[in-house]
């Protein structure tokens, strides 16, 4: 892992690989771990990123709450400091707002999005109450509380019911995040920007993924953002539930690279 200082708070990240740059984007409440079976794989391919987000894992967590802008200006000073001028973002879940927020503000850097297992659109009044009502959670009784709650959600009925050691590794990644990021990370994203006004703008390659067992943003909420951006291809990961990427990365993994290569 290394580590560099911009926007006054210190980012963790790693970077393996040549070619095509390829950032991807963690999830909520992970880091960048999350993404260790797609590093393996697609830095054969090309160069890939990943990193700690403000409030994750070994990055700072100062306090919040932060936003989606904030953390996609992270990502490309990031970019800056690594001499990235273009890259493909691969965001999932929370990672997909961020991404969508980086298109909307540097979409000269963007050279393909992928989008897995997220949604272009705010949250609704019952959505940003229960995410309010978490950070607050988080902040007076921490962050295994947050693990309780999010686990079986997070992941689909054929992992909880048959994938111990996964269920066990998101557990693990959520319980070692700081009650303060985890509260600040939420706050911001109930009060996210709506994005589904800035697709039909989108002139790149856009992958969108989902898991079949979805039950966070659920299949038809894919199928809006396929049917928001033109010439968007979507693809279901069976037997996976909101981190398709951890439950099935084999497939995941095929997915992906088939989209990424002809790039390179």
């Not at 990193?51 to 100062?62: K, N, V, W, Y």
């Not at 961020?98 to 503000?105: D, G, V």
């Not at 939420?186 to 709506?194: E, I, L, P």
């Not at 989902?210 to 199928?223: F, R």
């Given at each position: 892992m290394n580590s560099t200082n911009l926007n006054d708070i210190t980012i963790t990240?790693?970077?393996?690989?040549?070619?095509?740059?390829?950032?991807?984007?963690?999830?909520?409440?992970?880091?960048?771990?999350?993404?260790?079976?797609?590093?393996?794989e697609l830095k054969k391919h090309c160069r890939v990123v990943t990193?700690?987000?403000?409030?994750?894992?070994?990055?700072?967590?100062?306090p919040g709450p932060y936003s989606m802008d904030q953390m996609a200006a992270d990502v490309r000073g990031l970019m800056s400091v690594l001499d990235i001028e273009k890259a493909v973002l691969v965001g999932l879940s929370m990672g997909g707002y961020?991404?969508?927020?980086?298109?909307?503000?540097y979409p000269e850097a963007v050279r393909a999005l992928v989008l897995a297992d997220?949604?272009?659109?705010?949250?609704?009044?019952?959505?940003?109450?229960?995410?309010?009502?978490?950070?607050?959670?988080?902040?007076?009784?921490?962050?295994?509380?947050?693990?309780?709650?999010?686990v079986p959600m997070l992941v689909g009925r054929t992992t909880l019911e048959s994938r111990a050691s996964i269920v066990e590794r998101v557990r693990s990644m959520i319980e070692a995040n700081s009650p303060q990021g985890i509260a600040g990370?939420?706050?911001?994203?109930?009060?996210?920007?709506?994005?589904?006004?800035?697709?039909?703008?989108v002139d790149f390659p856009v992958l969108i993924m989902?898991?079949?067992?979805?039950?966070?943003?659920?299949?038809?909420?894919?199928?809006?953002?396929?049917?928001?951006?033109?010439?968007?291809?979507l693809c279901l990961v069976?037997?996976?539930g909101h981190l398709s990427n951890i439950e099935r990365p084999e497939e995941f993994n095929r997915i992906l690279t088939e989209f990424i290569k002809p790039m390179s």
């Open positions: 990240y790693s970077d393996e690989g040549i070619g095509l740059p390829v950032i991807f984007l963690h999830a909520f409440p992970l880091n960048q771990t999350m993404w260790d079976d797609q590093s393996s990193l700690d987000l403000r409030g994750f894992g070994q990055s700072s967590a100062p961020i991404a969508l927020a980086f298109y909307r503000n997220t949604r272009a659109s705010a949250d609704t009044h019952e959505a940003r109450l229960r995410r309010l009502k978490s950070a607050d959670k988080a902040e007076t009784v921490g962050s295994r509380a947050i693990a309780d709650d999010m990370a939420q706050r911001a994203m109930a009060v996210r920007r709506d994005s589904t006004y800035i697709l039909a703008g989902v898991g079949s067992e979805d039950t966070l943003t659920p299949i038809v909420e894919a199928e809006s953002l396929r049917n928001g951006i033109a010439g968007a291809r069976e037997d996976a």
